[in-house]
């Protein structure tokens, strides 16, 4: 969660107006008292699309990484 919060402060991550549920699972996570992320506010459409962000961007390295191995 806290790769995605980056990224979408750093404007590197986009949303269509088609995925609105998961837009809306993004705002409604909460952090603890003691500044931790609480667990209990992630529903299922913002750990998908963090996952979804997160595994993108090993997909990506990966093929950089590759093409440099040429």
Do not use: C, W
Request: positive net charge; aromatic residues 4%; charged residues 30%.
């Amino acid at each position: 969660m806290h790769l995605l919060k980056e990224k979408l402060d750093k404007g590197q991550m986009h949303f269509s107006t088609a995925s609105l549920r998961s837009v809306k699972g993004i705002k409604n996570v909460r952090y603890a008292p003691n500044q931790r992320i609480n667990l209990h506010t992630i529903d299922e459409m913002a750990r998908v699309t963090a996952n979804m962000m997160t595994q993108m961007s090993h997909q990506q390295e990966f093929e950089l990484k590759e093409k440099g191995d040429e």
